[in-house]
C-alpha cells in the first residue's frame, strides 16, 4: 500500500529474524522505518542494533520485552499514528506483526486515518472559501 508517498510492506509472513533480515536488506538504501510488534515469541530482534533505521517502532506485548532503543506503543493504532507523524514521501515502513488479524486491522486503521485526512481536507477547502468570502465582501 502506499499512503502519501510513503511505501507500507505488510511482511507479516515473515516468521524468523532471518526473513526479516532479507526484508531489510532488500530496502536498506531507503529511508526505512520499521514498525514491528504484538505477541512475543520469544524472537532475539537484537541483531536490529546493526542496522540504521530512520525509525525502530515496537508495539503491544512485544515492546515491554525489547532492550534496545525503539518507540514503544502499547497499541497498533498508537504506533501507527506515530508513522504518520514522522514518515514523509518516499520513506519505506516495513510492517512486521506478530498476530495473526494484522492485515485486517491495518487496513481498519489506515482507511479511519484515509477518512480523516479527507476530511480535514475538506474542512480546509471550505474554510478558504469562507475567507475568500469574507475578503470579497468586507
Known amino acids: 500500500k502506499e499512503y502519501k508517498g510513503i511505501t507500507f510492506i505488510n511482511d507479516s509472513k515473515s516468521t524468523s529474524c532471518a526473513s526479516l533480515k532479507e526484508a531489510i536488506k532488500t530496502y536498506y538504501d531507503k529511508n526505512l522505518i520499521l514498525l514491528f510488534g504484538g505477541y512475543n515469541k520469544n524472537l532475539d530482534f537484537c541483531f536490529l542494533n546493526d542496522y540504521k533505521f530512520k525509525s525502530l517502532i515496537c508495539f503491544g506485548q512485544l515492546s515491554k520485552n525489547i532492550n534496545f532503543n525503539t518507540a514503544k ?14 514518515a514523509k514521501k518516499d520513506d519505506i515502513v516495513i510492517c512486521l506483526p506478530r498476530f495473526k488479524k494484522f492485515c485486517a486491522l491495518f487496513q481498519k486503521v489506515l482507511s479511519k486515518t484515509l477518512l480523516y485526512s479527507y476530511f480535514f481536507g475538506i474542512l480546509l477547502y471550505l474554510l478558504e472559501i469562507l475567507m475568500l468570502l469574507l475578503l470579497v465582501l468586507f
Open 73 to 86: 506503543f502499547d497499541t497498533l493504532q498508537s504506533a501507527l499514528d506515530y508513522v504518520f507523524i514522522i
